[in-house]
């Protein structure tokens, strides 16, 4: 993780409401985003993060609430805030016969300083298909090819919407290091992702949505160190043993058995196996994960 390149804020959002007729779906929010900060939006479906983002960009009209990105309001100055930002959206189009080249010199030619767009095609992996007409590619190249779109212009902030979703797992880690690549240049960017592992490894910090909500706003280690849960004894065992002597086992919490497999949480609960000669079978112990943070400060933790 690296510090923010100048600590100066470069996004700040205060209270922004969109509702659509009687749903709130971004129901009064506030963060701000440093310069050269990779920070994530993560929620489950339907939380509000393309709604949010969305009108952060000038994209959507809202409702209430103050954005300010670059020093610009989206609601009066769209389009001069669109000359310094880029936005790979959720769902995008091209015309189906339009060539990769060509979409890239075209949205080149919509900039005054645009990077050259040669070097994306390379960098995101699209040389192969740079004649290759829009609807003949597969789902992962134009995904590829959205996010080449939204650098075009050298933004100073770019947001990214589910980037890395239907890429290949290899995709995904090249995707990974451009991104780590344009934090190292100082751009800003704001990724909204399912991807925990992405989350982690990306992310400077992270605001969890639900309902239009922040529920939590931390660094990836803050936010698992504050919500993750203790830690986890996961072993196989007779479903016949008696195991009632692990609660009152000082350091352990909870304990869940389904079958053979049994799952003990707590501050100590493998030290209190260990030391009563179990001989658990396929013994594991699992540190708290970013997943496990997200799933209980969304309400979907262990109980379910
Ligand atoms: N144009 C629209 N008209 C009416 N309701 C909408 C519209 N766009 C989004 N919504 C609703 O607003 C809520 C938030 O949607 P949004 O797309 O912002 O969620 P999200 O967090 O990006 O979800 P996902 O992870 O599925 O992309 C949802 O309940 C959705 O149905
Ligand atoms: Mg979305």
Known sequence: MQPARNGGTVINVEGLRKTYGRLAAV?????????????????????????????????????????????????????????????????????????????????????????????????????????????????????????????VNDPEVVFLDEMTTGLDPAARRVAWSLVEELREQGTTVVLVTHFMDEAERLCDRIAVVEGGHIVANDTPMGLVSSSGGGIRAVFGCDPAADLAFLTAVPGVGEVRRGGRRVEVAGDGPHVALVAHDLAPEDFRVQQPSLEDAFLRLTGHGMEE
């Open 27 to 151: 129901d009064g929010i506030d963060f701000s985003v440093r310069r050269g900060e990779i920070f994530g939006l993560l929620g489950p479906n339907g939380a509000g993060k393309t709604t949010a983002v969305e009108c952060i960009q000038g994209l959507r009209p809202f409702d209430a609430g103050s954005v300010d990105v670059v020093g610009l309001d989206p609601r009066t100055q769209a389009d001069e805030l669109r000359q310094r930002i880029g936005c790979q959206l959720q769902q995008s189009a091209l015309p189906d016969n339009i060539r990769v080249w060509e979409a890239l010199d075209m949205f080149a030619s919509l900039y005054g300083s645009p990077v050259d767009w040669r070097r994306l095609i390379d960098q995101w992996g699209l040389a192969e298909k740079r004649t290759a007409r829009f609807h003949s590619l597969s789902g992962g190249q134009k995904q590829r090819l959205f996010v080449a779109l939204a650098l």
